[in-house]
């Protein structure tokens, strides 16, 4: 007797006729408006959105099924496709064989074999931090998210691209045109056409010409000697000199290194911002971080070797990317006609996994809001799904530079933590603001003050 399976049927969710509202919440809050979604709903909803629908999805075998079992069924989907407008082909856009050839060529310069070279580094570029951010204590409040996007690019130019990036100063406000465009995108669905001459496009078109001058200048520069290194530039120098076309090989490397730059340090920059939000509010969390970088590090920098020593530090920063993960959207497109969880997906729906409510899910956390770094205990971890926990995104297209990206958070954290107190001033408010990453709208200011001062 052959068994029977019920009928796909589409997930529920709000009705066709609240499209366009849909659409303008999405604009304004579209963060919100997938959680909500997922708490009236469950963990498959579907979402009308203007003339499309959003499959959202939210158990981890839903993302496992989405973004490894059958991957291959899906590409990038709404808002990265739309994105490709503001950010080119670059790594995170790209598609198909493009993608696999990107990726071959960066991945090598990111295997953990590489962490212990790049470990001095990441250290060398948090002591200038460190060094900063003794000059304002007692001062003014110090905006850190900005500090700490100065203290990544600092580290991709130094690990990624063997460069000094400090002489283009301004280049964080020009990612920050880039990436508040290609948002635009994804929030209107690439309606709104690139010539009309809304502010934000006039600010992209200067952002856009100004990062394609540095890069420019950053390949003039190695273009000479780039076989005889291994870093990312000289890679990807090397791999685009097969290209016929000089103008679309020249296209492809701007893509490429303005994608990567963009997205290895606002991750990690917001990654951090949250974490020392979080640590602030937590008293007992403070003291058990300085607890043991002063332990483990003494008053050396810390080396590849105290990675694994700095337990709790990494408990600390893996929990905060649960409450707020620097991938909080993965976005697909079905190829195919598919079913997740028992709910069908017909080809070219736009399907949504999202870390965000995914990292809430109070099957698999304990009151979900609370900020506790033990859900990290090794042991703690082997009772929960694989794919409960996906700061970085899942299966084939996981964030190539998630290791160092960690990595850094760590040691930046342990080192401030030995050294400092940071606080926000009284009655500062916190907003998530959900674009590339997950920032924090406006920056995070900070008093600084020595250990000792005021616990």
Sequence with gaps: MTARYPRPVAPPGPPRRAALRMLAVMTRDRLGMISDAVDRY????????????????????????????????????????????????GLLTSEGELWRKQRKVIQPVFQPRRLAHHAGLVAAEAQRLVHRLRQREGGAAVDVVAEFTGLTLGVLGRTLLDADL????????????????????????????????????????????????????????????????????????????????????????RDELVTLLLAGHETTASTLGWTLYRVDR????????????????????????????????????????????????????????????????????????????LHRHREFWVDPERFDPERFDPARVRDRPRYAYIPFGAGPRICVGSNLGLMEA????????????????????????????????GGLPMLVRAVGEGG
Aim: net charge positive; hydrophobic share 45%.
């Design 282 to 357: 937590e008293p007992e969390v403070r003291h058990r971080l300085r607890a043991e970088a002063q332990a483990v590090l003494g008053g050396r920098l810390p080396g590849y070797e105290d990675l694994h020593q700095l337990r709790y530090t990494t408990m600390v920063v893996k929990e905060a990317m649960r409450l707020h993960p620097p991938v909080w959207l993965l976005p697909r497109i079905a190829v195919a006609p598919d079913v997740v969880g028992g709910h069908a997906v017909p080809a070219g729906a736009d399907v949504v996994i999202l870390p965000y409510t």
């Design 42 to 89: 469950g963990d498959a909803v579907r979402i009308p959105v203007g003339h499309k629908s959003l499959h959202v999805f939210n158990h981890p075998d839903h993302a496992q099924h989405v973004l490894a079992d059958n991957a291959g069924n899906y590409r990038k989907g709404i808002g990265l496709v739309h994105a490709r407008r503001a950010l080119g082909d």
């Design 166 to 253: 400090s002489p283009f100063g301004s280049v964080g406000e020009e990612f920050a045109a880039v990436q508040d465009q290609a948002m635009f995108e994804l929030a209107t669905l690439g309606m709104v056409p690139a010539w009309v001459p809304l502010p934000r496009q006039l600010r992209f078109r200067r952002a856009r010409r100004e990062l394609q001058r540095v890069v420019d200048q950053l390949v003039a520069a190695r273009a000479a000697d780039a076989d005889g290194q291994d870093d990312v530039l000289s890679r990807l120098i090397v791999s685009t000199r097969a290209e016929p076309d000089p103008r679309v090989a020249r296209g492809r490397l």
């Design 410 to 441: 760590v040691f930046v954290l342990a080192m401030i933590a030995r050294e400092f107190r940071l606080s926000t001033p009284p009655g500062h408010q916190v907003v998530p603001e959900p674009m590339l990453s997950l920032r924090i709208r």
